[in-house]
């Protein structure tokens, strides 16, 4: 870690952290006050993880995941590995490749099998596949069905972790690309 004059360049990662994980919670409350299928809570971790790499990437979703289990979300304290997996990979898939355009769509994939693999085993051993998400009614229909408990929760988590894991990617990107035009060479000073 690089740290500037006066510890600057530290202070404005933990000001980023501090942004991200605001935006996580809003993202978060958004999608369970409309009962989306997707979670939208992640997108200021996907962030963090993109600019700061796999180390701080583990940070924003933790403590977002931890403001909204003590508050709003009990469900949100069981997964926080969840988040912690989210933020090394998604830090170690923009370390080697940067993803832009339609590699968004393949860097989604990378980013979500291994997230999946953890939450859907959270939401099938530990809640039954009843969460706060809106997609545990598909989860429900498809638990009678020869998937059974974890195969209908992981079919159901792929599904609406990709679709949101995409738009984290796309947002993420946009994002970047204004702070790189606005801020210019200090935003690239911050970046690992």
Avoid at 74 to 80: C, H, V
Avoid at 85 to 93: D, K, R, S, W, Y
């Amino acid at each position: 870690m690089r740290i500037m004059k006066n510890g600057k360049t530290l202070t404005h990662r933990i000001c980023m952290i501090a942004l991200a994980i605001c935006i996580n919670l809003v993202g978060g409350q958004i999608a369970l006050l409309l009962k989306l299928p997707i979670y939208l809570d992640s997108i200021g971790t996907v962030f963090i993880a993109a600019v700061f790499g796999p180390l701080y990437g583990m940070i924003p979703n933790v403590v977002s995941g931890l403001l909204m289990g003590m508050t709003i979300d009990i469900y949100s304290l069981y997964y926080a590995p969840v988040g912690i997996i989210l933020g090394c990979v998604t830090g170690l898939v923009y370390k080697k490749y940067h993803p832009k355009k339609w590699w968004i769509l393949l860097a989604a994939v990378v980013i979500t099998i291994p997230s999946t693999i953890v939450s859907s085993c959270i939401t099938a051993f530990l809640f039954g596949g009843i969460t706060s998400s809106g997609s545990s009614i598909i989860v429900q229909l498809l638990a009678k069905t020869p998937l059974g408990m974890v195969g209908s929760c992981f079919v159901v988590q792929f599904i609406t972790d990709y679709i949101d894991r995409v738009i984290c990617l796309y947002v993420v990107a946009v994002l970047i690309t204004t702070l790189q035009k606005t801020i210019g060479e200090k935003f690239r000073e911050w970046m690992y």
